[in-house]
């Protein structure tokens, strides 16, 4: 267990509605990263926040958006949804003053239909 | 543009030989560098690191080694276990923030 949680485990929605995905980041951990992995591909850096603020975006559409909040739990925020955005969503949570490593919890299936 | 690069979507491996997955990366100002392990439908689980400093960390049966001039890192497997079946990513972190991941490599190892 990374101590990572996201919620729900599976979502299926239709083309055009909004989503929003959860983390709970381990104990402690400011840092929380989201990533995409589409169809067996690799994981795609969409957004880091650091202590409630964005940090580093990567590769996230204007149609997606995400916070962190006072608890420093996150959430991803996804609207318009394409059949192109049925993907894994991955949370992860670090902390560098606990070790460089960042930790995964066991994602989130989104599937658009 | 592409941080981290595996150019090898997969590789089969007989149980009890060395696996060997490789992974480059394009820009030198990342000084922490890590591999990760993922079975199907669960999260990425963090394996082993090494930082900038070293060229080689070992862990039980992974070692991993760092070229910075050649910016490349790869893992070794020995004994390659059919447990180790699984898609291994390699990452590359700027002091544990903005982690950046390859494409995957999947191992397969043939019992």
């Known amino acids: 267990d990374s101590g990572v949680t996201q919620t729900p485990k599976h979502l299926i929605t239709a083309t055009g509605q909004r989503v929003t995905l959860r983390c709970s980041p381990r104990?402690?951990?400011?840092?929380v990263y989201w990533y995409q992995q589409s169809l067996d591909q690799g994981l795609q850096f969409l957004i880091q926040?650091?202590?409630?603020?964005?940090?580093a975006k990567g590769n996230i559409l204007e149609r997606f958006s995400a916070q962190q909040f006072p608890d420093l739990h996150s959430e991803l925020n996804l609207s318009s949804l394409e059949l192109g955005d049925s993907a894994l969503y991955f949370c992860?949570?670090?902390?560098?003053?606990?070790?460089?490593?960042?930790?995964f919890g066991q994602g989130t299936r989104l599937t658009v239909v | 543009d592409q941080q981290v690069k595996q150019n090898s979507p997969s590789l089969s491996v007989q149980e009890g030989r060395i696996s060997i997955l490789n992974c480059d990366y394009t820009?030198?100002?990342?000084?922490?560098f890590l591999w990760y392990k993922k079975y199907p439908a669960e999260g990425p689980t963090f394996l082993i690191s090494?930082?900038?400093?070293?060229d080689k960390n070992e862990d039980g049966r992974f070692t991993v080694f760092l070229n910075k001039s050649a910016k490349h890192l790869s893992l070794h497997i020995v004994p390659s276990q059919p447990g180790d079946s699984a898609v291994y990513f390699c990452?590359?972190?700027?002091?544990?923030?903005?982690?950046?991941f390859g494409t995957g490599t999947s191992l397969t190892v043939i019992p």
């Open positions: 992860a949570s670090s902390s560098p003053d606990r070790g460089a490593e960042a930790f």
């Open positions: 104990s402690g951990d400011l840092s």
């Open positions: 990452a590359v972190s700027n002091t544990g923030n903005q982690f950046y």
């Open positions: 926040y650091y202590n409630g603020e964005e940090r």
């Open positions: 090494i930082s900038s400093i070293k």
């Open positions: 820009n030198s100002m990342f000084d922490y």
